[in-house]
C-alpha cells in the first residue's frame, strides 16, 4: 500500500499537512510522540475522509529506524515522506538547557537525515518518491535567542538541496517547507510565548503553512517561503551582510520582558 508518511504529525503544520493529503483521498501514516492526539486525528480522517489513516506513537529522536520497520511490517510503500517533526528554545545560548539543545539536533537534523536516508533507498529502488522536509525562514538567516534552532533549520535547507541534487536523475524530488512565525504551540515550547514574533500581525496559521506545503507536492519546486511578508523579508536578507541579518533578528526577537538577556 503506498502511503505518505508525515513526522510531526499530532498538532501545528504536521496536523494540518496530513488534512491536505486526507482531503485529497490519500492514505496516510502519522508519526508522533503523542499516541491520544494520533488516535484522535486518525478517527477524524477514517471518518470525515474516508481513507486509510495509521498511526505510530515514536520518539523518531532516539529511535527513527523504528518507523522504518514498522512500514516495512506492514507492508507500506511510502512515496512521499514529509519530515516536519521539530522544536526550539528560545534562550540565550548560555543560559540554555545543553541537553534540550542536543535533543534538538536530534530531533530537528539527525532524525530527519536518519528517515531520509532509509525511505529514500526504497525510493530509488522504486523509481519516483517525493521527500518534502519542514525548514523555516530561519534557515536563510542566523538567530540570536534561538541560535541552535536557527542552525538546525539552515542545515535542513542546506542538506536538501545538496540531496535534490544528488536524486534528479531518479525521479526523486527533494523540497523543503520554509514558514515563519505560525500561530501554533510551537512558541509554548519553545518558551517563547512572549516575544514579537510571536506576537507579530504578520504571523500564519498552521493551515495557510500547511497549502504552502502542499503546493510542493503539486509543483515539485525546490522551496517555498509561507506568505507574502516572508517572501519579502528573505529575498531583502539575501541582500544584507549576515552580521547585519544577526542583529535585526537579535533585536526582533528579544522578549518582551527582556527574559532572554
Keep these: 500500500m503506498k502511503i505518505i508518511l508525515i513526522t510531526g ?133 542566523p538567530g540570536p535567542y534561538m541560535a541552535v534552532y536557527y542552525a538546525t533549520k539552515a542545515f535542513v535547507m542546506s542538506f536538501s538541496l545538496a540531496l535534490r541534487e544528488e536524486l534528479k536523475d531518479f525521479n526523486i524530488k527533494v523540497s523543503v517547507l520554509c514558514p515563519g512565525p505560525v500561530k501554533s504551540e510551537f512558541w509554548d515550547v519553545a518558551d517563547a510565548g512572549n516575544t514579537a514574533m510571536n506576537h507579530s500581525v504578520f504571523s500564519r496559521t498552521t493551515t495557510d503553512a500547511a497549502k504552502t506545503g502542499y503546493s510542493l507536492f503539486e509543483t515539485g519546486k525546490a522551496f517555498a517561503i509561507d506568505g507574502a511578508f516572508n517572501n519579502i523579508l528573505i529575498r531583502c536578507a539575501r541582500h544584507l551582510p549576515l552580521e547585519y541579518c544577526a542583529k535585526a533578528v537579535g533585536f526582533v526577537q528579544k522578549k518582551v520582558k527582556g527574559k532572554a538577556a
Design 9 to 141: 504529525a499530532s498538532s501545528g503544520i504536521g496536523k494540518e499537512f496530513a488534512r491536505q493529503f486526507a482531503y485529497r483521498g490519500y492514505d496516510l501514516l502519522l508519526v508522533a510522540r503523542r499516541e491520544e492526539l494520533l488516535k484522535e486525528i486518525c478517527e477524524e480522517f477514517k471518518e470525515e475522509y474516508k481513507i486509510h489513516v495509521d498511526y505510530l506513537a515514536c520518539d523518531i529522536a532516539s529511535d527513527p529506524k523504528r518507523v522504518y520497520d514498522y512500514c516495512h511490517e506492514k507492508g507500506y510503500e511510502v512515496s512521499v515522506l514529509i519530515n516536519n517533526a521539530g522544536y526550539g528554545d528560545y534562550t540565550s545560548f548560555v543560559n540554555a538547557d545543553l541537553e534540550k539543545l542536543q535533543k534538538m539536533v536530534d530531533l530537528n537534523d539527525k532524525a530527519l537525515m536518519s528517515l531520509t536516508y532509509y525511505f529514500v533507498k526504497d525510493m530509488k529502488e522504486a523509481g519516483y518518491g517525493h521527500i518534502i522536509n519542514t525548514g523555516s525562514v530561519a534557515s536563510f538567516l
